[in-house]
C-alpha cells in the first residue's frame, strides 16, 4: 500500500475511462490513476472490432452532441485507436495495465481503498469505467461438441463474410452481432425461444426488422435450439420444432451482463435487473463512487456517450470541490 492519495482512480481503460481521465486533467483535479485489467486501453475495440472496421461517433443513430474536451469523430478501429492513444499521452495520467480491482473498501475518513492484483491504492473519487460483458453465458441443456468448438463463438471476434450463421438470443447484443453480420454479406439467422422481442432498444428493434424485411437476414422466433452436432465439419443445428439446419458458424449472445459480483465488491447497489444505480451525476450508493460508460447505458456500445459521462462526472466533482472551498474560507 503507498501513502500516495489519488484525487481520481479510474477503473477501466475503454471509452468512459479514457474520457474521465481526460477530462480530470483538463479540470486540474490533481492525482488520476487508471486501472485496466488488459495491457492496453481500449480492450473491445482491440479484440472485437475487425480491422479498418468503420467507427461512427453517432452509433447506430444515436446523434450525440460531445459536451467535453474530447473532439472524437467518425473513422476506423485504427484511427480511433490512435486518436485515444494521443489523448493519453499528452496528459499527465498514472496508469497501471494488467490490473485486475478486487473490491473497494471505505475508511473511517472517508477514502477509498482500491484493492487490486498489485496493491492497495487510496482515492477520494472513484470512477467504474468497466463494460457489461462479464463472462459469456453457455447453454446448459446440451453440450457444445469439441470437434466444433472453433465454429462456436460468444462475440465477433473471428468472425468473416460469406458464412451461413446463426445467431442465437434476444437481447441487444444479439440483434446488434445479427445485423453486424448481415452487413459483412454473411447469411445470417437470428434464433429467439420466445414469440416476440421484450429487451430491444427501439434502434435495435426496428434495424432487425427491416433487415428481416428486407430479407438481410432472417428471424426464427418462438424456436430454440435442442442439441449441436458436427456433420461434414459444419454445425448441424437441431431444433424444437424438428428442424436441422447445417451452418458455418453459430454465436451465442445469452448472457454475460453487468458484473453483478464485482459492483457487490465495490459497494455498489444494483436495482432488479442488476444495473448499478445511480444518480444524475451518475453517483452510485456508494459515496464518490460514480459509473461511466458501458456499464451506465440501457444499450453499450456508443463511444460518444461514454466520453459525456466522464464529462459530467467530473463537472460534479469540480462543482463539489468548489462549493467545499467556499464553504471553508
Known sequence: MTDKIYDIVIIGGGPGGIGTAIEASAHKIGEILLIEKTDNHSNTIRKFYKDNKRVDKDYKGQVTELQGNVDFYDGTKETTLDYFNDLLD?????SLFNTE????????????QIHTSKGIYTTKNTVIAIGKMGKPNKPTNYKIPVSIKAQVNFNLDKCSSNEKVLVVG?????????YDLADQRNNVTLVYRKPEFSRLNETNEELVYRYNGEEKLRLRMNCDIEDLENEDGKVKVIFNDGYSVKYDRIIYAIGGTTPIDFLKACGVAVDENEKPIFDEHH???????YVAGDIA?????????ALNHGY??????????????????
Open 90 to 94: 499528452s496528459e499527465k495520467i498514472d
Open 101 to 112: 480491482v478486487e473490491k473497494l473498501v471505505k475508511t473511517e475518513d472517508g477514502l477509498t
Open 170 to 178: 434476444g437481447g441487444n447484443s444479439a440483434a446488434e452481432y445479427a
Open 283 to 289: 453517483e452510485t450508493s456508494n459515496p464518490d463512487v
Open 297 to 305: 447505458m440501457v444499450s453499450g456500445g456508443s463511444i460518444a456517450i
Open 312 to 329: 459530467h462526472i467530473v463537472n460534479n466533482m469540480t462543482e463539489l470541490f468548489m462549493l467545499s472551498e467556499e464553504l471553508h474560507l
